[in-house]
T-cell receptor, first 109, second 113 residues
Framework: RKEVEQDPGPFNVPEGATVAFNCTYSNSASQSFFWYRQDCRKEPKLLMS???SGNEDGRFTAQLNRASQYISLLIRDSKLSDSATYLC??????????FGKGTTLSVSS | NAGVTQTPKFQVLKTGQSMTLQCAQDMNHEYMSWYRQDPGMGLRLIHY???????DQGEVPNGYNVSRSTTEDFPLRLLSAAPSQTSVYFC????????????FGSGTRLTVV
C-alpha cells in the first residue's frame, strides 16, 4: 500500500467552481502535513501546511483528520491560474517528505 | 540568497557512464533530500540527510550514492547510468526537520541513452 494516496483526477472544472481533493496516509507516525502545487513539471512549491484545527488561506481551505488519517484541500471560486497538479505530502520528523502521486486540476473559462 | 541550486539543468548520459548531480543551499538548512519524478509515479525519495555526515536511504536508493560533507552541499552520484534512471531529479532542503515544508531546486532533467 502506497504511503500517501490521492485520486489522480483529472478534475476538469469551470471558472468559479468549488473543487475538493482528498488524500489518505498510512503511517500514523506522520507529524506534519502539506499541500504542494506543481506546474508543468517545474519544482513543487508549498501551497499550505495542514493543521488538525483546519486552516484557511484565501480561497484555499485545508483539513486534517488524524483519526482517519485523511487530508483534504478545498478550492473555492476556481481561477484559470489554479490549473496545476496538487500534491498531498506527509513528513515524519527526522526523515523526509513523502509525496502522493498528485491530483491534476484543469480550470476552464 | 539563491535558495536551492541544482546543476546541471539538463544532461544526456550514455549507459554505463557515471556523473554527479550537484545540489547546494545557502539557507543553513540541516535537512536535505533527493527525489526523482517519473510520469505517473509522483516524486519518490532517493536519499536524504538530516545533517552533515548523516545520510539515509529512501524508497528508491539503488544505483545512487550520496554524501554530506558540508551543510551546504548534497551531491547525488549515479554510479553506472541505466536507461531506467532517465527522470527529473529534484533536490530539496528544510530548516526545521521538514515541519515547515521544504524548498525545492528547479530540477535536473536527465536522459540516459
Amino acid at each position: 500500500r502506497k504511503e500517501v494516496e490521492q485520486d489522480p483526477g483529472p478534475f476538469n472544472v469551470p471558472e468559479g467552481a468549488t473543487v475538493a481533493f482528498n488524500c489518505t496516509y498510512s503511517n500514523s507516525a506522520s507529524q506534519s502535513f502539506f499541500w504542494y502545487r506543481q506546474d508543468c513539471r517545474k519544482e513543487p512549491k508549498l501551497l499550505m501546511s495542514v493543521y488538525s484545527s483546519g486552516n484557511e488561506d484565501g480561497r484555499f481551505t485545508a483539513q486534517l483528520n488524524r483519526a482517519s488519517q485523511y487530508i483534504s484541500l478545498l478550492i473555492r471560486d476556481s481561477k484559470l491560474s489554479d490549473s496545476a497538479t496538487y500534491l498531498c505530502v506527509v513528513n515524519q520528523a527526522g526523515t523526509a517528505l513523502i509525496f502522493g502521486k498528485g491530483t491534476t486540476l484543469s480550470v476552464s473559462s | 540568497n539563491a535558495g536551492v541550486t541544482q546543476t546541471p539543468k539538463f544532461q544526456v548520459l550514455k549507459t554505463g557512464q557515471s556523473m554527479t548531480l550537484q545540489c547546494a543551499q545557502d539557507m543553513n538548512h540541516e535537512y536535505m533530500s533527493w527525489y526523482r519524478q517519473d510520469p505517473g509515479m509522483g516524486l519518490r525519495l532517493i536519499h536524504y540527510s538530516v545533517g552533515a555526515g548523516i545520510t539515509d536511504q529512501g524508497e528508491v536508493p539503488n544505483g545512487y550514492n550520496v554524501s554530506r560533507s558540508t551543510t551546504e552541499d548534497f551531491p547525488l552520484r549515479l554510479l553506472s547510468a541505466a536507461p531506467s534512471q532517465t527522470s527529473v531529479y529534484f533536490c530539496a532542503s528544510s530548516y526545521s526537520a521538514g515541519l515547515d515544508g521544504y524548498t525545492f531546486g528547479s530540477g535536473t532533467r536527465l536522459t540516459v541513452v
